[in-house]
């Protein structure tokens, strides 16, 4: 099996390479920074703005991790440039090259804007869009192509809604949405691995106590994540104290994403 990944030289993707390689699985890895190939990996340096060379990149690939982009909020054109078109373009170099599966790192941001009710509730799966900034808007398109290739191409396409993917957590909000490096790669090795998944919007989180994020759609993936944001809990709230439930930093999904400061200027 073949896998190419987009954006491999990001924080996400380095988490990846060591946990995707297998014995029979070659890593094929892009990115417009120069890469060294590790075992079980080949390198290819080039931009998700050439469809050509991302083209050429899937030859002979059985699936594609799409991970390259901005990875937060920036200028319109910035986005529009990179992660609007530079996922277009990794989709449909797929579909030239006859990849049948495609996975989305989507984010939370898509629906930053959904907002837990103060008395608890649980975010569901297939949350419709409500993106919290130019960043997210792209997440939502990135999702919508995905539900598009599938439907018309018959492309299995998987989108992950990944929350706060990091070595550990750092803030009360994080108890909630730390997704663990090596549960990342248990998602993506999920949804690499399923048989013939369809199209599936996924929730990207760990395995929290405080987690307050559907998870039936993801574990219907054959996702089981076995780490726990509680670990750091004392230290934690020992910095910071109890999370406010109705600051919106902990009761909408895109946390500081929503507030103000991520309005646009004038």
Same mark, same amino acid.
């Given at each position: 099996?073949?896998?190419?990944?987009?954006?491999?030289?990001?924080?996400?993707?380095?988490?990846?390479?060591?946990?995707?390689?297998?014995?029979?699985?070659?890593?094929?890895?892009?990115?417009?920074?120069?890469?060294?190939?590790?075992?079980?990996?080949?390198?290819?340096?080039?931009?998700?703005?050439?469809? &050509?060379?991302? %083209?050429?990149? +899937?030859? *002979?690939?059985?699936?594609?991790?799409?991970? @390259?982009?901005? =990875?937060?909020?920036?200028?319109?054109?910035?986005?529009?440039?990179?992660?609007?078109?530079?996922?277009?373009?990794?989709?449909?170099?797929?579909?030239?090259?006859?990849?049948?599966?495609?996975?989305?790192?989507?984010?939370?941001?898509?629906?930053?804007?959904?907002?837990?009710?103060?008395?608890?509730?649980?975010?569901?799966?297939?949350?419709?869009?409500?993106?919290?900034?130019?960043?997210?808007?792209?997440?939502?398109?990135?999702?919508?192509?995905?539900?598009?290739?599938?439907?018309?191409?018959?492309?299995?396409?998987?989108?992950?809604?990944?929350?706060?993917?990091?070595?550990?957590?750092?803030?009360?909000? &994080?108890?909630? %949405?730390?997704? +663990?490096? *090596?549960?990342?790669?248990?998602?993506?090795? @999920?949804?690499? =691995?399923?048989?013939?998944?369809?199209?599936?919007?996924?929730?990207?989180?760990?395995?929290?106590?405080?987690?307050?994020?559907?998870?039936?759609?993801?574990?219907?993936?054959?996702?089981?994540?076995?780490?726990?944001?509680?670990?750091?809990?004392?230290?934690?709230?020992?910095?910071?104290?109890?999370?406010?439930?109705?600051?919106?930093?902990?009761?909408?999904?895109?946390?500081?994403?929503?507030?103000?400061?991520?309005?646009?200027?004038?």
């Amino acid at each position: 099996m073949r896998v190419l990944i987009t954006g491999a030289g990001g924080r996400i993707g380095g988490y990846l390479r060591s946990r995707l390689v297998q014995p029979n699985r070659l890593l094929r890895l892009l990115d417009v920074a120069p890469l060294v190939a590790g075992p079980g990996e080949e390198v290819v340096q080039a931009s998700v703005d050439d469809l &050509e060379a991302l %083209t050429e990149a +899937s030859r *002979d690939v059985d699936a594609v991790v799409h991970l @390259a982009g901005i =990875s937060s909020e920036d200028r319109w054109d910035h986005i529009l440039r990179t992660n609007i078109d530079g996922t277009y373009h990794a989709i449909e170099a797929a579909r030239r090259a006859g990849v049948g599966r495609f996975v989305f790192a989507s984010s939370n941001h898509a629906v930053g804007f959904l907002s837990r009710d103060p008395s608890g509730g649980i975010a569901p799966d297939y949350a419709f869009p409500a993106p919290d900034t130019y960043y997210g808007v792209s997440k939502v398109v990135g999702e919508a192509l995905a539900a598009l290739y599938h439907h018309r191409y018959g492309m299995d396409a998987v989108c992950l809604r990944i929350l706060s993917c990091r070595d550990r957590p750092t803030s009360p909000r &994080e108890l909630a %949405t730390w997704l +663990s490096p *090596d549960d990342a790669g248990r998602l993506f090795e @999920a949804a690499l =691995s399923m048989p013939s998944p369809g199209f599936r919007v996924v929730w990207g989180v760990s395995a929290n106590t405080r987690a307050w994020f559907a998870m039936e759609e993801a574990t219907a993936l054959g996702y089981h994540p076995h780490d726990d944001a509680e670990a750091y809990v004392d230290e934690i709230l020992d910095d910071h104290g109890e999370p406010d439930p109705n600051d919106p930093r902990h009761r909408f999904v895109g946390g500081p994403f929503t507030l103000d400061t991520f309005d646009v200027d004038p």
